[in-house]
T-cell receptor, first 111, second 113 residues
């Protein structure tokens, strides 16, 4: 089955850009998602990209997809303290519409 | 538009006791999911409903977990008897149909002591 890997922690200074990386194993992946989870809350869908796209931009968020390397990244421009949360990469593949989640990357934004 | 509602938000029980969680999906969403999220891990699908029928329950520990979705709207997830390793957040989610974007509730936090 699909395996989704993320680094566990990322620390950035307020105002800098954050880049959260994700790798996956199934080359037939179709939909790739980024979710945000704040403390004590559920998962909030941030953005998603189809596998036939290389890039998607949505305000401060930029998603890059490298299908050859099976690598997905989320760039947050001008990172704010309110962006501190856990970010989950999730991927659907193999004809299944059920996403497989990574373990999440804790983003810590300090002044 | 109201989101996915879950209750209770927090529950502490002793091992071998039972617990039930309730979920009300977004209005009109045909597909409902229950996920288990253990601390430090990503969510793992337990069961998927399409209307009131089960689509996938292959990851549900059926010896102790059960779920139902009567009338194709609300759903309940029950654990009986609970084990220490069941301590987790139980996330309910819904989507308009299978294959659409999944929207999550805030979760029910279970601690088994």
């Amino acid at each position: 089955g699909e395996d989704v890997e993320q680094s566990l922690f990322l620390s950035v200074r307020e105002g800098d850009s954050s880049v959260i990386n994700c790798t996956y194993t199934d080359s037939s992946s179709t939909y790739l998602y980024w979710y945000k989870q704040e403390p004590g809350a559920g998962l909030q869908l941030l953005t998603y990209i189809f596998s036939n796209m290389d890039m998607k931009q949505d305000q401060r968020l930029t998603v890059l997809l490298n299908k050859k390397d099976k690598h997905l990244s989320l760039r947050i421009a001008d990172t704010q303290t309110g962006d501190s949360a856990i970010y989950f990469c999730a991927v659907t593949s193999g004809g299944s519409y059920i996403p497989t989640f990574g373990r999440g990357t804790s983003l810590i934004v300090h002044p | 538009e109201a989101g996915v509602a879950q209750s209770p938000r927090y529950k502490i029980i002793e091992k071998r006791q039972s617990v039930a969680f309730w979920c009300n999906p977004i209005s009109g969403h045909a597909t409902l999911y229950w996920y288990q999220q253990i601390l430090g891990q990503g969510p793992k699908l337990l069961i998927q409903f399409q209307n009131n029928g089960v689509v996938d329950d292959s990851q549900l520990p059926k010896d102790r977990f059960s779920a139902e979705r009567l009338k194709g709207v609300d759903s309940t997830l029950k654990i009986q008897p609970a084990k220490l390793e069941d301590s987790a957040v139980y996330l309910c989610a819904s989507s308009p149909e299978t294959g659409n974007t999944i929207y999550f509730g805030e979760g029910s936090w279970l601690t088994v002591v």
